[in-house]
């Protein structure tokens, strides 16, 4: 019991009411109508779709950069990826690996220059981070207009040229994850392929963390005049942790348009950084320190309360009220995170 | 030589922009008096937006991407003058006074919450901005109609709840400063009333640096030890320049939308956060360093290529969508520019 106690102390206040509320609205959808077990298989699929966005959060927080807020750079590429897969007409499988595949190459030199740029700007990388994601998704913005694609599936019926804003992927590699190795229970519905890729993503970045290279990520990331006498060069650390965060959104993104079946473009890859940086957040991290078990945890609750609010609060309130509460929920704790004064290592 | 390259660094930004403009101006072909008329009506109308970011930036708290706080208390206040039918140069008059009082509070809560995070207030002040609008749409998307009480109805949604998308100022506000004083030059419009008030902000801003609260900010500006170790008491200079910006971030959101003419209940704020810091950049303005003439000059320059864009866009690749996304695409390129030699220098001081 006072080891319990001493666990609930850790917990950050904002967490707790997070949590606490899920833990109302779950009493709440008790006493409507609402099916649980859809429920439950909504969020467990919308976990699985955002985890691996969250968990390129990882990375750049154990760096010390603070979480990526240039996510959006890394999206690019992945949807860079997933353009060039489905231009070739490749579906399924092939069409999946194709993807992650040309995303993980587009990622990796990407993930140089930008890693690059926020060596020269240490100490504002997370502002530049922002802006840059700006910046990167209005110039693609121009380059989805203008790329060569031909694929009459991607762009606009009328005149030939240019990307369409939403790319269904059902005939490509839409849902392939997802319908790998699903089972239902009842009206319970277990996406099992997508939640077996974002253990596998969370194992290898575990695994990752615990060679050299990334200990001394670790290392510059808690104290880095220490890590410099212990010989590790902190410059090279810092830009491989933002080329694994690049490469992980890239991934990311792939992994969530197939769950989602669709591929979104244009000022789409903006409004996936901050619920990701909020997601890791309420799951424990701040941003200096940031663990595997904080992303699970963060996407698992977040994403579980966006799902089941917005079914049971529409019956009680009228409107979308969602939207608004997902504005302030992730806002919110960022803001919590970015104001506390530094706890130290725990 | 020397001398020239220095000038030359340190207005590159603004330089550039120029050239820029210049060739997007000759590319579209726009008639000249159209453009001179659009760009002495956008200097009377978001000047003030942009001047209202001076004050932080002398403070050392960089780019007050708060201000849309300002912005969101300017717009509250307009909705209600709507509501109670207030009209004219009173109803303005009534809306800053409210819309000064609610900023007041919300620069106070800003600036506290900027104390917290010493070393990083742009990224906090733009996530408070994100987390203020998740605020500003609960209470006029819920409890505006329901627990606040809201007379008009044409400008709420069906149900009785929550504003429409769009509110109108036309009958009660829409350019009750435009009109007053307004000098005809061919068909170029001069608001005189708007460029007073952006006239009597200048002079204030110059003023107040001449004062001993003026050089209380600047010093903490410079650095924030030394200020506190000369008895400055470094924390409440800062609220106060804070407060200060939000205020006038009301006020100038106010002008802007009587200009307007209809407020985009959930959109008018969010662009000017960016907008205003686009402009104060363009003219040269950096994270550390800005002044009234960066402001004005930033204007002219950004809201040329503003006017411009959209149709040397379309004569370029023949879509004008190119021309917009190209815009949006520079005003964000500029920030993060801007933020890139921030933390660039920033770092080569500490080394």
């Known amino acids: 019991m006072d080891r319990f106690l001493e666990q609930l102390k850790r917990v950050d206040i904002p967490t707790l009411i997070i949590f606490l509320f899920l833990v109302a609205l779950f009493v709440l959808a008790a006493f409507t109508e609402v099916s649980i077990p859809s429920l439950l298989s909504d969020s467990i699929r919308r976990i699985g779709m955002n985890g691996v966005l969250v968990l390129a959060m990882v990375p750049t927080i154990r760096a010390g950069t603070g979480p990526n807020f240039g996510l959006p750079v890394g999206i690019i590429g992945g949807l860079l990826g997933a353009l060039i897969s489905m231009q070739l007409g490749l579906a399924g499988f092939t069409g999946f690996w194709v993807a992650i595949l040309f995303a993980v190459l587009i990622c990796l030199g990407i993930g140089l220059g930008y890693g690059w740029l926020l060596e020269k700007v240490r100490g504002q990388e997370m502002m530049v981070g922002t802006y840059m994601g700006y910046s990167v998704v209005a110039f693609m913005s121009i380059m989805w207009l203008m790329l060569p694609f031909t694929n009459p599936d991607m762009i606009w019926a009328i005149g030939g040229k240019g990307l369409r804003y939403t790319l269904a992927l059902d005939k490509y590699f839409g849902r392939v994850l997802n319908n790998f190795l699903r089972f239902k229970i009842g009206g319970f519905e277990f996406p099992t392929g997508l939640l077996l890729f974002f253990a596998g993503a969370c194992f290898l970045v575990h695994l990752f963390f615990r060679t050299r290279t990334g200990l001394s990520i670790d290392l510059v990331g808690q104290n880095e005049r220490y890590a410099i006498s212990s010989g590790v060069n902190p410059n090279r650390a810092r830009l491989v942790a933002v080329v694994l965060s690049t490469v992980l959104a890239g991934v990311g993104i792939i992994v969530y348009a197939q769950s989602y079946g669709f591929l979104q473009l244009y000022q789409a890859p903006l409004f996936m950084t901050f619920p990701a940086v909020a997601s890791i957040l309420i799951g424990g991290a701040s941003i200096k320190r940031a663990s595997i078990r904080n992303v699970i945890i963060g996407t698992a609750v977040f994403q579980t309360l966006l799902t089941i609010s917005l079914p049971v609060l529409s019956q009680v309130t009228r409107g979308d009220i969602t939207e608004v509460m997902r504005l302030i929920v992730s806002n919110g704790m960022i803001l919590y995170a970015l104001t506390r004064t530094p706890k130290e290592a725990r | ?351």
């Not at chain 2, 149900?159 to 829409?174: H, I, K």
């Open chain 2, 1 to 351: 030589m020397e001398k020239l390259k220095k000038i030359l660094i340190s207005y590159a930004v603004p330089i550039a922009f120029s050239i820029l403009c210049v060739s997007a101006v000759l590319v579209a072909q726009i008639p000249p008096i159209f453009l001179a008329s659009e760009i002495v009506r956008r200097l009377s109308r978001n000047t003030f937006l942009v001047l209202s970011l001076i004050i932080p930036i002398i403070g050392g708290l960089g780019l007050n991407f708060g201000i849309v706080l300002g912005a969101m208390a300017g717009q509250a206040a307009l909705f209600f003058v709507v509501d109670w039918k207030i009209k004219g140069l009173v109803g303005i008059l009534v809306a800053c006074l409210m819309a000064g009082a609610i900023s007041v509070v919300l620069g106070w809560l800003a600036g506290l919450t900027l104390n917290r995070a010493k070393g990083r207030e742009m990224i906090t002040s733009m996530i408070l901005g994100f987390f203020a609008n998740g605020i500003y749409q609960l209470i006029f998307l819920f409890f505006v109609g329901s627990l606040i009480p809201f007379r008009t109805k044409q400008f709420l949604l069906p149900e009785g709840v929550g504003l429409r998308n769009t509110v109108d100022l036309y009958g009660t506000v829409a350019s009750a400063l435009n009109n007053p004083w307004m000098i005809r030059i061919g068909t170029v419009r001069l608001f005189v009333l708007p460029l007073l008030i952006v006239a009597g902000l200048c002079l204030f801003i110059t003023l107040l640096f001449k004062t001993k609260l003026g050089q209380d900010i600047r010093a903490v500006g410079q650095d924030m030890h030394i200020a506190e170790v000369a008895g400055i008491n470094v924390n409440k200079v800062r609220v106060i320049a804070i407060i200060m910006s939000t205020v006038f971030a009301a006020i100038g959101q106010v002008i802007y939308l009587q200009d307007i003419g209809t407020i985009n209940t959930y959109n008018s704020h969010e662009q000017i956060g960016l907008f205003s810091i686009a402009a104060l950049l363009v003219g040269g303005a950096t994270t550390r360093k800005a002044t009234i003439w960066n402001a004005i000059l930033g204007v002219v320059l950004f809201h040329t290529l503003f006017v411009v864009a959209p149709s040397a866009g379309n004569r370029l690749f023949g879509q004008p969508q190119v021309g917009e996304f190209f815009r949006e695409f520079l005003a964000y390129a500029v920030i993060a520019f801007a933020l890139a030699m921030h933390g660039w220098r920033a770092k080569k001081i500490l080394m």
